[in-house]
């Protein structure tokens, strides 16, 4: 497939001398936790693929998986782990639960190249065949920003002939015009150009990264903080979960140290999401393109659809995820779903007791609905 030429697939972890330096990645603590009765251990967790930029990290419970499914994390400040609690209850679902893991740009050196929108999008499908190996159908699930690259990249595949069996969307900015955010209006009234000037910086030479240009993670800490700032004094729901801790493991992973622990995100990155997310709203106009391949989303037909949005969501407000449906016009009406979770907020749809039991009840079903429609070979 072309994107072998242009992101380079790896199998394995990295040799000793090839890996990032300490700091890139956050540890998710998954592996052998869990209770360990009849002789069934705790997942197992190992990087079943390296690419550019990015890893692919596979939890596993059973040494030949049956039901994978790729946990597209979001590009938007938080490491990975912030899809922690999400990745532990889908293991109670499937087989292997695998993520995309991005790291710290501040640590990538410059000789790894760039990582834009476009790459996002060809290292998600790329890690999304690297999970079905040996042919048998994956299941995606794209989480907040990373909902987009998530939906191209199925597209993508779809195109070549290996549409995943499901996707699944939760609380992404498909169409970000629709019920617009206080996030969206203020990215139109800015010019590109000022806003490159005002928040990308480049690493100094005290870095694996010196040279790159980065928006870096104490912008979105500042960012972060004025968010639950207005939280507090609206009555949203994050500051009563952050003191309140539904999660899977409180103590060792509470919500807050999640949210706090920010990373540096490729500049390049974040100037193209700004411009082709939140500007030209590329993709929900049928305009996306990836390395010169048009994401066309009536390639899907026979994945089965699945968007969920928290009623009181204020960062990717209610409609916006559930455009997908109305890009998604050859998907039939029998496979498409649409959850909106009521009182919750964005980080509900990922984390605690709601997302176990409204979102993960619903993500198992459309699972396997998309299985049940898999075409017979």
């Known amino acids: ?27 998710f603590g998954i592996a052998g936790s869990g ?7 705790g997942p197992r967790d190992v990087v079943g693929a390296r690419l550019p930029f990015g890893q692919l990290r596979i939890f596993s419970r059973s040494p030949q998986p049956r039901r994978r499914v790729l946990v597209v994390a979001p590009l938007s400040g938080a490491y990975p782990f ?20 991005w790291p710290n740009a501040r640590y990538v050196p410059v000789s790894a190249g760039r990582f834009g929108f476009a790459e996002n999008c060809m290292e998600t499908a790329q890690m999304a065949r690297a999970l079905s190996e040996d042919g048998d159908g994956i299941h995606i699930i794209g989480v907040c920003q990373g909902a987009l690259p ?5 597209c993508l595949l779809a195109e070549a002939g290996a549409a995943p069996l499901s996707l699944s969307l939760i609380g992404g900015p498909i169409d970000p015009s629709r019920n617009p955010t206080r996030l969206w209006r203020v990215l139109q009234e800015r010019s590109l150009e000022a806003l490159e000037q005002q928040v990308i910086e480049t690493v100094s030479s005290a870095f694996p990264g010196a040279g790159r240009r980065i928006f870096p993670a104490w912008r979105q800490i ?27 493991d409180p103590m060792r992973f509470p919500l807050a140290r999640l949210c706090w622990n920010m990373m540096d995100v490729a500049g390049e ?22 390395a010169g391949h048009a994401v066309r989303a009536q390639a899907l037909s026979t994945t089965a659809l699945l968007t969920v949005e928290g009623a009181v969501d204020d960062i990717s407000a209610r409609t916006q995820t559930e455009a997908a449906h109305d ?18 907020g964005h980080f509900a749809l990922f984390y605690g007791r709601r997302m176990r039991e409204s979102v993960l009840p619903a993500l198992a079903e459309v699972m396997q609905a998309g299985e049940a429609a898999r075409p017979v070979t």
């Open 35 to 41: 209770a360990t009765v009849a002789n069934v251990v």
């Open 1 to 27: 497939m072309w994107l072998d030429d242009l992101r380079p697939l790896q199998f394995g972890a990295p040799a000793e001398g090839e890996r990032l330096s300490e700091g890139a990645y956050q540890a």
């Open 150 to 154: 998530a939906l191209a990249a199925a």
């Open 269 to 290: 990155f974040f100037m193209e999401n700004v411009a082709t997310v939140f500007r030209e709203n590329a993709l929900a106009r049928d305009r996306l393109t990836v």
């Open 82 to 101: 912030l899809m922690r609690d999400l990745m532990v209850a889908l293991l109670d679902i499937a087989d292997a639960a695998a993520i995309t893991e």
């Open 327 to 344: 890009l998604c016009l050859n998907i039939p009406a029998g496979l498409k779903r649409q959850l909106v979770v009521p009182h919750a």
């Open 222 to 248: 500042d960012a972060f903080a004025l968010y639950l700032w207005r939280q507090g004094m609206t009555g949203g729901d994050l500051p009563f979960r952050l003191a309140f801790d539904d999660g899977d």
